[in-house]
Every structure is written in structure tokens, then in C-alpha cells.
């Protein structure tokens, strides 16, 4: 087990990466197109390929996680991952990780509720604008849910205690 944080060595991989788990190199929060290879983020490697990767973007308003993803189920890779962009935005002074994901995806939103992630908003039709920069988004995701809107899920973060 591996966890290291991505470096410029690791781009090109994490590019493809996302690519294979997200259709394409761009991911969608809010309207805004990001590039997760070009962001930071947290990996594991297992037998040398990735088997989990989670990229964040920093700014003025917190930490946003962009995406996350295991290979391996079950596993704890998400949560260690998690853990990792915690302390990290700790580290970097932040006072609030969020994300967003789309309303099919209630394992997912289940999954950030236990780690303490709360639903701050919805944001009605999003996906749906975001299909005009990201056409790979699917029209319906999970259990055959249509896919319209974001769900902003936010989890503050207590600054180190001196």
C-alpha cells in the first residue's frame, strides 16, 4: 500500500486515469471546467498502478474535492484518501472541504455523510448545462436515475489548536 501525494511524475497517468473513470479529462463543479492532472491531489498504488486517486483544487473558499475513485471496493483506499485531503486542507488553512456530485449517486452521498459531509445546496439543472461542455455526461447513472442536478456537500474543518 502506497498513499503518496501526486507529483509531476505522476500527471500523465493520473490524466489517463481520470480519463478511463470519468470519460473524459475534464470534470464539471458548478458551470467550471477543471482538469483534476493538473490539481493536487492524494494516490495509491497497488503493484505499482493506481488504485485509488483523489484530486482537490484549493482557493479562497476552501478546499473542493474534484474527484475520487477506487479500483478496489471495500478496501478503506476512498476513506484513506479522504483522510489525507482533510488534514491537508488543515494544513493549508482552509476551513471547509466541499464537493459536488450528481443526485443518482446515493452511495456516494452516503459514503461523505459518514464522514461527516453535510448537503449545503442543490444546484437544480447544472448537469444538464454542464452536457454542453462535457457531453460525455450521462443522461442517466445509477439504478437508472436521471441525472440534472449537483448536490454540494460540505464538511468544516477545525483549525489545529496551538
Not at 502506497?2 to 473524459?24: K, N, Y
Request: proline fraction near 4%; charge should be negative; charged fraction near 30%.
Amino acid at each position: 500500500m502506497a498513499r503518496a501525494q501526486v507529483v509531476d511524475g505522476d500527471r500523465l497517468e493520473v490524466g489517463e486515469f481520470i480519463e478511463r473513470h470519468w470519460g473524459s479529462r475534464i470534470v464539471m463543479s458548478r458551470g467550471r471546467a477543471f482538469h483534476p492532472e493538473k490539481e493536487g491531489g492524494f494516490l495509491e498504488r497497488r503493484d505499482g498502478k493506481i488504485a485509488g486517486l483523489l484530486t482537490y483544487h484549493i482557493d479562497d473558499q476552501g478546499m473542493e474535492i474534484l474527484t475520487l475513485n477506487s479500483v478496489l471496493e471495500g478496501e478503506g483506499i476512498g476513506s484513506s484518501l479522504m483522510l489525507n485531503a482533510i488534514e491537508s486542507a488543515r494544513k493549508n488553512g482552509c476551513d471547509r472541504i466541499w464537493l459536488t456530485t450528481t443526485n443518482d449517486r446515493l452511495r456516494i452521498i452516503d459514503f461523505y455523510q459518514r464522514l461527516g459531509f453535510r448537503m449545503t445546496a442543490i444546484n437544480l439543472g447544472v448537469v444538464d448545462e454542464a452536457r454542453k461542455v462535457k457531453p460525455q455526461i450521462p443522461l442517466v447513472g445509477e439504478r437508472g436515475v436521471p441525472i440534472h442536478d449537483e448536490i454540494v456537500m460540505e464538511l468544516p474543518i477545525e483549525p489545529y489548536l496551538d
